[in-house]
């Protein structure tokens, strides 16, 4: 924490070098709200800027600095507008710390007005208050908390409660130029740390949080290639089932069989009780090939899951790495980190705004074709009306339900497969009022028979002409779909 002998110090020596200087201009620097001045003539070569800076004990200070920072860094808005027209062109006829604290007062005279800067150089925070000859606030640092709360532009400044420190007795250095370079240096120092830092921890979250979710999705995809894999076993169970030559017999939960191809072993076969026997195994036959399909899509997306995680883990080794640098290296090699993985996500709104960012969602068939879902009646008109094209299938729950538009999407010239069809019916189901029956209609057309009259509900649509599809529904497909979701 800055000493009251420091600040005294800093004061007894910025006097002489400030005393009737006049105010160029004024700012407010993000993140933690320094005031910084600039003078019609430097007050040192070098040390263009004085800086009242705040944003925690370790580093709050009055002096002066070299002062960089991109344009975005400062900030705009009524605040920082306000400060700057009020002390835009006055000139600093005091500076002095407050006895007993550790505050200073910095006291600016124009023809028109008087204005005074407080600078709180304690606490968690440190502030700094710009009043009026009758102590209204004109702008602040930040609204403080607790029982000063109160303090807002517009209200009259109090002082926090007493304090009382012993009185400094400092040692005026013998050079006082060389005392404030020391000084700046120091504190250039501390702030590069604590940016570092920063970069550090914010970069660290990011990352962590990305693992995770890269770190289940190769989880995810890994179970979902070993099951894909594991088609023999379900062709074998159809092909024992069929060599039953039984009758077209329901009602049974399992069967005992000779598997031949174990050596003739006894064992017990799962069966769906609601289907005959050749009807189970037709149902294995069918996921055997489903799950075959899907083998070259999964393996393409385990392999960008697992290079993508490898990134992540070499980025958050290089956060490390620059985090025990402490020079200015640092934060350029952090900033190289921040640009390779793009920008911050915007903070988290209300679950409607969650919904308008993400308008579809995309799922792959069984062959890799895209195939999109709209979320809410908005988004069906966005999907039908902007995003699919003339040669897309579009598709709707039939029967009077509502529900999602779905959208196959397709290549000029190119056609979708019946498993496709069925993938996309399939979620168009899923995603209606239909969902939870076993058996379904489900138009489907060409996107450019699809239709929108002026005036119509949102989400509504005309189709001129369509066919259908019946579908039973089937929880391995819908399953091996929902697998494959991406969020757009």
Aim: hydrophobic fraction near 40%; charged fraction near 30%; include cysteine.
């Amino acid at each position: 924490m800055t000493s009251a002998a420091e600040i005294e110090t800093a004061c007894r020596l910025l006097t002489p070098l400030l005393a009737g200087a006049v105010v160029r201009n004024a700012s407010i620097l993000a993140p933690r709200l320094d005031l910084c001045v600039w003078f019609e003539a430097a007050p040192l070569d070098g040390l263009r800027t004085l800086v009242i800076a705040t944003g925690g004990p370790e580093r709050a200070r009055i002096g002066l600095e070299a002062v960089r920072a991109p344009r975005e860094a400062w900030l705009a808005g009524d605040n920082a507008g306000r400060v700057d027209a009020e002390l835009r062109g006055a000139r600093l006829s005091r500076l002095a710390r407050v006895a007993g604290e550790r505050s200073v007062h910095l006291e600016f005279s124009r023809d028109d007005a008087a204005r005074t800067v407080i600078a709180e150089l304690f606490g968690a925070r440190g502030l700094w208050f710009l009043v009026d000859p009758e102590q209204t606030i004109l702008a602040l640092a930040r609204r403080p908390s607790g029982k000063r709360s109160n303090l807002i532009a517009g209200a009259t400044y109090a002082p926090p409660s007493a304090r009382a420190i012993a009185e400094p007795q400092p040692e005026v250095p013998s050079n006082g130029e060389q005392w404030l370079r020391e000084r700046a240096l120091h504190y250039a120092g501390i702030d590069r740390s604590l940016a570092r830092d920063e970069a550090a921890r914010e970069l660290t979250r990011r990352l962590e949080r990305e693992r995770r979710k890269l770190t289940a999705r190769v989880a995810g995809l890994s179970e979902r290639q070993r099951q894909e894999q594991d088609t023999t076993t379900l062709r074998q169970e159809g092909d024992l089932l069929l060599s039953l030559g039984r009758p077209a017999e329901r009602g049974r939960s399992s069967i005992t069989v000779t598997d031949w191809f174990a050596g003739g072993e006894r064992r017990e076969v799962e069966l769906d009780p609601k289907l005959s026997l050749r009807e189970n195994a037709e149902k294995r036959f069918a996921r055997a090939r489903r799950l075959e399909q899907g083998q070259v899509h999964t393996a393409e997306q385990l392999a960008r899951a697992q290079e993508d995680l490898a990134a992540v883990e070499a980025r958050l080794e290089a956060v490390v790495a620059a985090k025990a640098r402490d020079d200015e290296g640092a934060i350029a090699a952090l900033d190289d980190i921040a640009r390779e993985i793009g920008p911050r996500p915007a903070k988290r709104q209300g679950a409607k705004d969650q919904q308008a960012r993400r308008r579809y969602m995309s799922f792959h068939s069984g062959d890799g074709t895209t195939i999109l879902v709209g979320r809410s009646r908005t988004d069906n008109d966005e999907l039908t009306k902007r995003v699919a094209r003339g040669n897309d299938v579009w598709l709707h729950i039939g029967g009077g339900f509502a529900g999602s538009h779905v959208v196959v999407r397709l290549d000029r010239g190119k056609t979708a497969s019946l498993e496709t069809l069925l993938d996309a019916a399939a979620l168009a189901l899923h995603f209606s009022k239909a969902r939870g029956k076993t058996h379904a209609e489900v138009l489907y057309t060409p996107a450019k028979y699809v239709r929108k009259r002026k005036g119509s509900p949102v989400g509504a649509a005309e189709v001129t002409q369509s066919k259908t599809l019946s579908i039973r529904f089937d929880p391995d497909r819908l399953d091996r779909l929902l697998g494959t979701k991406e969020e757009l």
